[in-house]
């Protein structure tokens, strides 16, 4: 398939501005008349559910939470990026629009970064009108600080809770507009498919979650804000209910999955400590500012840390890295600490370094330590019993974000018209690795500021002849999506769906996570088939269709992440290079950096779905940077 | 360690219910009081029993989806500390566990341990935001704001709505919750037009959704796993009286200031 990429022409400073005089628009009497369907209510799809509303379109939103102040964004600690520059210390557009694209390991699309950096600065602008309560300075000004990979201050937040903050000031104008009655809001509804008639996105098939319910709705066009897949290897630092299953069942509908390999392994997480484990839980980042990263020099080294002399410690981000130090990128600094641990240095030999505060509490204080991450040290130490302001925190990497998701174009738009793809479940911004505090950023720039504009766009021109609810067609979806249910109810056999999901996981964490191999690749391939036909067989949701069941409800997204696991096996298997945070053991530099293979595979892997396991379709989008020079990504 | 849970279990709304004694063998005192009911829910599906239904998502303490009354208490024995990052080492091997659902008439029960809270977002609809269209905001530095004012206003905005402040009050009242929005709200520059038009909207919803009132026992506070102080139910009634017994005159604004 062509990918029409639909990038303006123009020096890149002026592409949007361009476009956004080249859209199409609609006239205000005529907003009321067109209807949009947003799935998910987190950052990316409360602000444009809202932000349309505001317009005058009719807007649905759909939720699988019981509110949507509760879609996953609220657990986003660190910050939100903007070139702001209010410390004065040399940021510009530019270059957070230079960072972003080498962070990402130049396998992003420029044109796009480069609009995601210019909107930065009306986001704060937004959020500060809306009452997000910013740290701020004594002179009332906004507080900013230093993230990972970047050596300016350009990062804004609200205490250990700025995802918390910026969530509810998005939920808080979805709540205005729902009371208002422009949008209709449908919490404990979760989507199951979407309805393409004519090659149109028209709708989507939803359950309500609480009578069991199957129910169609159809409108203009349909906005999927359904976040990422961190989920498909169980432990995650993802919510629970966090699934590929929007994305993934519009993906078998026509939908181009872009770059599914490229996962995010956050490297400060508490580490993994039983088998009853259900989640893992992210540190933020920002810990990395006033927290130094060692392990013990001498293997085996068995005494605590506060015996450890300085001398007998190897801080080794900030000698592998002296210019970045401790705030390398995150794949970097995951890479890092699985190498240490992989090589026996890890604490006590296992698989976890110190995360140590004891010279930022000795050079600010307790007080101040506090108050920049009294949250997060509370929290560590509810889970682990151990105080961080006394004894080093123990951190590992984890999954944490997707930066692969569903193809989209400038417009946002996926490969089915009419069909909008918002926040992480798209692939659009952050290459192969994102930077901290930017997805924050890019959730609110597609909802606030770009699919408002380009939905007028789509709507404006497309013909739309009129769907109902009762068209063939759209019964059609609806019984296969019954019929699937069903299915799934009379399995009957012996293993619960969390024991399939766990199983899914592990392999997936050990053959398609942090470092994979050709190898571990094709042999995780078959194992993944054949747990997927044992799931399809035996494995037993207990309770009926017709009401509240969260069985029922975790079987179809492990079902769906069952045969999503194979494309990203698929996808990493094909991409014989490194880059980001996809780490080929085969190709890397002596020193053990991610090695990029540009006159290969300096493009977006763009996949069509041909069928439960036949091979996918691969289409490319090749991907030209004539304003970021191509280089190795240096952080020493 | 072992530990013996009796559990809230109940089909539907219209359906008797009864606490269910169930015994845990084998609990790591590392896991959480959400894993524990994992634990369980893994032993009755093989059982072939069905599951307890429970409300949960991000299991860090941020959502604001989980939340049990555990022997009496919402979040349990833990202060400041919700049902998912509640951890067995809180309790005794052999301990005996009583699991209920948040009881309140305003949060009906949907099955076992959920409740419908959409009570909570109709308070929130009603008025519990600012008025800023996307795209008419001043620069974001145009606006001072104290660093105190600032730092109060987030010691209310961190509320998680999980409703524990309901579960806990003898009344069932939601006013530390609209307190808490209220205030926040309130305390900032950006929300001083709709201040008192929002507090008065907001009291109005609450009561019309059928919390309770406010007789100041402050088990709310207790059991709020973000500890946000009952301080704020007095600003709420600052505004509140400010707003319905000396209104501005017709025509004229709010003056803004309290």
Known sequence: MELKSAVPEGPIAEKWERHRFEMKLVNPANKRKHSIIVVGSGLAGASAAASMAELGYQVSCFCFQDSPRRAHSIAAQGGINAAKNYPNDGDSVYRLFYDTVKGGDFRSREANVYRLAQIS???????????????????????????????????????????????????QALSRQIGLGGVKMHPRTEMLDIIVVNGQARGIVVRDLVSGQISSHVADAVVLATGGYSNVYFLSTNAKGCNVTATWRAHKRG??????????????????????????????????????????????????????????????????????????????????????????????????????????????????????????????????????????MRIYPAPHYTMGGLWVDYNLMSTIPGLHVIGEANFSDHGANRLGASALMQGLADGYFVIPYTIGNYVAQAKLPPVSTSDPEVKKVEAEVTEKIKKLLAINGTKSVDAFHRELGRLMWDQCGMSRSRAGLESAIDKVRAMRERFWKDVFVAGAGEDLNQSLEKAGRVADFFEFAELMCEDALHREESCGAHFREEYQTPDGEAKRDDARFSFVSAWEFAGVGAAPKLSKEPLEFDYVHLAQRSYK | MKLVLHVWRQAGPQAKGDFVRYEV??????????????????????????????????????????????????????????????????????????????????????????????????????GGFITARTGSAPDANAVLVPKRDSDLAMDAAQCIGCGACVAACPNASATLFVAAKVSHLGLLPQGQPERYSRVVKMVETMDAEGFGACTNHGECMAACPKGISVDFIARLNRDYLKATLAPPPEGAGWSGAA
């Open chain 2, 25 to 126: 063998p084998d609990a790591s005192p590392d896991i959480s009081f959400l894993e524990l009911l994992d634990l369980l829910n893994e032993s009755l599906i093989a059982r072939r029993m069905e599951p307890i239904a429970f409300d949960h998502d991000c299991r860090e303490g941020i959502c604001g989806s989980c939340g049990v009354v555990i022997n009496g208490r919402p979040h349990g024995p833990q202060r400041h500390t919700t049902a998912c990052q509640l951890h067995l080492r809180s309790f005794q091997d052999g301990q005996e566990i009583w699991v209920e659902p948040w009881r309140a008439k305003a949060f009906p029960l949907v099955k076992d341990l959920v409740v419908d809270r959409s009570a909570f977002d109709r308070v929130i609809q009603s």
């Open chain 1, 121 to 171: 600065v009306q986001i704060i602008d937004q959020c500060a009108a809306q009452g997000v309560p910013f740290a701020r300075e004594y002179g009332g000004l906004l507080a900013n600080r230093s993230f990972g990979g970047a050596q300016v201050s350009r990062t804004f937040y609200a205490r250990g809770q700025t995802g918390q903050q910026l969530l509810l000031g998005a939920y």
């Open chain 1, 255 to 392: 939908a181009l999955f872009a770059n599914p390999c490229y996962t995010q392994i956050h490297p400060t997480c508490i580490p993994v400590h039983g088998d009853h484990q259900s989640k893992l839980t992210l540190m933020s980042e920002s810990l990395r500012n006033d927290g130094r990263v060692w392990v013990p020099k001498a293997k085996g080294d068995s005494r605590s840390p506060a015996q450890i002399p300085d001398a007998e410690r190897d801080y080794y981000l900030e000698r592998m890295y002296p210019s970045f130090g401790n705030l390398v990128p995150r794949d970097v600094a995951s890479r890092r600490a699985k190498d240490m641990c992989d090589d026996g240095l890890g604490i006590g030999g296992g698989h976890q370094v110190y995360l140590d505060f004891r010279d930022a509490v000795k050079r600010l204080g307790p007080t101040v330590v506090a108050e920049r991450y009294g949250n997060l040290f509370d929290m560590y130490q509810r889970i682990t019993g151990e105080d961080p302001y006394q004894v080093p």
